[in-house]
């Protein structure tokens, strides 16, 4: 029998109700049904990201809102920082050098989070830096860096702040508007719990004056033209109908479980998932700055990373992350991001038990299933 599980940082698991609502007869988009579920969704959208700003839903997975960015805040020659601490956050330097952007790169130890002053120096020694773009969570090495500390120090500057929350959003506590954070951007299969396909992008007042005079080109993904449609309740182009009705039903469930015990939910799922592998004898990748979205732990001496997340998934159908990039084979990610509950991580660590002492790794089994339902206890 095959039984299959998913604890990767994206796409993650889909809770039944949204499955179901895949599942209804297609309805048209210029309707005044569909509106109205368009309209909630935003609102539900604004609650998640905390904010008064539009947030806009366009058709792509999370990257599509990145570009959409960079496409919308600058022109050729602008010169923006990118922090670069893990796959994520280059990708932000990639987007901006298609554009013509001028980088100024912050390069971060893979594993460690971005230093806030090192932000506020690059942006004293160069005011004409229009924009600064981090990653809250770099789900490529675990890492969640302090959106707010860099929220008071871009806001006092005329450069705007520019956050991927693809992976943060509602699994970390981000707070749009009190942080001062200019444009948010998100992605539909993480911690919203839906498949991928949509892409959402939050803008502030600050931010609308550069969407204005920048001269980037841009058609798909222009702001404006998002901008010009929501006033009639509506979209430049066909959306992807069916997610946003799905959307709708993952907001029902994040609303009724309510964002605070959402954050807390996902802390205790990390504490326990840090506290497992700390008992097995692993070690931590980013011990200092661990995400409560998404676990990285370096893979121990004399086993081969990429082939126990290969046999936990081939043979138990329990999927985790290896390592991307410079990082394949030396770590694996479990992710407790979206609709994870504590016999999710139990399972996913006994599959893990299991796998590693096949292969050989010295460690008394039951030790990380013990060091996690403990956390689960208090
Ligand atoms: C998943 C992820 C992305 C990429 O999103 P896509 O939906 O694959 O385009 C970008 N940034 C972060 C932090 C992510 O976790």
New binding site residues.
């Given amino acids: 029998m095959e039984k299959n599980y998913l604890l990767t940082?994206?796409p993650t698991p889909l809770p039944p109700a949204v499955c179901a609502a895949q599942a209804q007869p297609i309805i048209h988009h210029r309707t005044p049904q569909f509106q109205a579920i368009l309209k909630e969704v935003t609102e539900g959208l604004k609650y998640v990201f905390k904010t008064k700003n539009d947030v806009f839903i366009l058709t792509?997975?999370?990257?599509?809102a990145?570009e959409a960015a960079v496409a919308n805040l600058l022109s050729p020659g602008d010169t923006a920082i990118t922090v670069e601490g893990g796959k994520?956050g280059e990708?932000w330097t990639e987007i901006c050098k298609s554009y013509g952007i001028n980088t100024k790169v912050i390069k971060v130890e893979w594993g460690k989070a971005v230093e806030p002053k090192e932000i506020e120096k690059l942006l004293q020694q160069d005011p004409a830096v229009k924009a600064v773009f981090v990653?809250?969570?770099?789900?490529?090495t675990g890492v969640s860096n302090d959106m707010k500390a860099i929220g008071e120090i871009v806001k006092a500057t005329n450069a705007v702040l520019v956050v991927?929350?693809?992976?943060?959003l509602a699994s970390l506590d981000l707070q749009t508007d009190n942080w001062s954070l200019d444009v948010v951007v998100s992605?539909s299969?993480?911690g919203l719990m839906l498949p991928?396909g949509l892409?959402f992008i939050s803008v502030s007042e600050k931010a609308y004056k550069l969407v204005e005079v920048a001269e980037s080109p841009r058609y798909y993904f222009d702001l404006r033209l998002a901008k010009k449609a929501w006033e009639k309740i509506d979209t430049p182009f066909t959306p992807a109908i069916t997610t946003i009705i799905a959307l709708k039903a993952a907001l029902d469930i994040i609303k009724q479980e309510g964002l605070e015990n959402i954050f807390s939910r996902h802390k205790k799922m990390a504490q326990a998932t840090r506290k497992a592998m700390l008992a097995l004898g692993l070690e931590l990748f980013a011990p200092e700055a661990s995400s409560d979205a998404v676990t990285a732990v370096k893979v121990p001496e004399g086993i081969d990373g990429e082939k126990l997340v290969k046999t936990m998934r081939d043979t138990y159908g329990v999927t985790i992350a290896g390592g991307q990039a410079e990082l394949k084979g030396k770590i694996f990610r479990i992710a407790h991001m979206g609709y994870i509950n504590e016999f999710d991580i139990i399972l996913c660590i006994s599959c893990l038990e299991k796998v590693l002492h096949q292969m050989g790794y010295k460690f008394e089994l039951g030790k990380g299933l013990q060091a996690a339902e403990e956390v689960f206890l208090k």
Avoid at 60 to 64: E, L, R
Avoid at 164 to 168: F, H, K, L, R, T
């Fill in positions: 940082p994206g792509s997975s999370g990257t599509g990145m994520f990708r990653t809250a969570c770099e789900t490529s991927d929350a693809i992976s943060a992605g299969q993480k991928p892409a």
